[in-house]
C-alpha cells in the first residue's frame, strides 16, 4: 500500500472522529448514567493487582469526558517540537490528583473543571496560532490534576498493591491513546499543507461539544 493512499485512508478517518464523537456525546446525554459507569469492575473497589490494572485501563475510556481529553492533548501535541512531553506532563499530574484523592484532600467542583478542560483544549485545536508547548504542558499538567482526582474515587479505599496496579494502567493507557492521536496526527499534518487543516479542527469540534455536553450535565446535576 502507497504512502499516499495510508495518507488519505487515515484522513478519512480522521474526519470521522468528530461524527463519531458527536454521536457518542448524543447517546450519553440521551441515556442515564449509573452512579458506577466509570467503573470497570461494576463499582466495587479493587483488591488484587489484575482488578487494580483492569480498572485502571478502564476509567479513562469508558469516561467519555476523560477520553476526549487524553486525544485532544494528543492532538494538540502535533507538530510541537517536544510534542511527546506534552501528554507525559498531563499522566504525571494525574497520578498526583488520584493520590491527592487518596490521601482525602479536597478538590472542589473536580467534575465542573473536567468539562472546562474539555472544552478549552477542544477550542485550542480551532485556533490558526497555537500556545508555545511549554504552556500546553503547564495547563495539561493543572487539567492532569483534576481527571486524576475523579480517577481516584474507583481506587479509595484498596490496598497498595492494587492502587500501584490502577495507577499503572490507567497511566499506561491514557499515555498509549494520547501518543497514538500525536503519532497519527503528525502522519496526516505531513501530507497537509495546512498548519491546521480541516480534520483537526472537526475534532476540535467534536471535543468542544463534549465538554459542553458534560459541564452542562455537572451544573445541573
Known amino acids: 500500500m ?5 495518507s488519505k485512508i487515515l484522513q478519512r478517518s480522521l474526519r470521522c472522529v468528530g461524527a463519531i464523537a458527536t454521536a457518542l456525546t448524543i447517546a450519553f446525554f440521551a441515556i442515564p448514567q449509573p452512579a ?6 461494576g463499582g466495587k473497589t479493587p483488591v488484587n493487582l489484575f482488578e487494580g490494572f483492569l480498572s485502571g485501563l478502564a476509567h479513562p475510556v469508558i469516561g467519555l469526558d476523560h477520553l476526549a481529553f487524553v486525544v485532544a492533548i494528543g492532538l494538540l501535541a502535533v507538530g510541537q517540537r517536544r510534542g511527546a512531553l506534552i501528554p507525559a506532563g498531563f499522566v504525571v499530574a494525574a497520578m498526583l490528583g488520584t493520590v491527592i484523592h487518596v490521601f482525602q484532600i479536597d478538590l472542589s467542583a473536580a467534575e465542573i473543571a473536567i468539562a472546562v478542560s474539555v472544552i478549552i483544549f477542544g477550542a485550542m485545536l480551532l485556533w ?3 500556545p508555545h508547548w511549554l504552556v500546553t504542558l503547564g495547563l495539561g499538567a493543572i487539567a ?6 475523579a480517577y ?29 492521536a500525536f503519532l497519527a496526527g503528525n502522519l496526516a499534518l505531513q501530507k497537509s499543507a495546512n498548519s491546521s487543516p480541516s480534520w483537526l479542527r472537526l ?3 467534536a471535543i468542544c461539544a463534549i465538554g459542553v455536553v458534560f459541564l452542562t450535565s455537572s451544573v445541573m446535576g
Open 152 to 180: 481516584g474515587e474507583s481506587i479509595v479505599g484498596a490496598q497498595m498493591f492494587p492502587l500501584f496496579a490502577y495507577l499503572l494502567g490507567f497511566t499506561l493507557i491514557q499515555y498509549g491513546v494520547a501518543l497514538v
Open 36 to 41: 458506577y459507569a466509570h467503573h470497570a469492575i
Open 128 to 130: 490558526q496560532n497555537r
Open 144 to 149: 492532569g490534576l483534576f481527571h486524576g482526582y
Open 2 to 6: 502507497s504512502k499516499d493512499l495510508m
Open 203 to 205: 475534532s476540535g469540534l
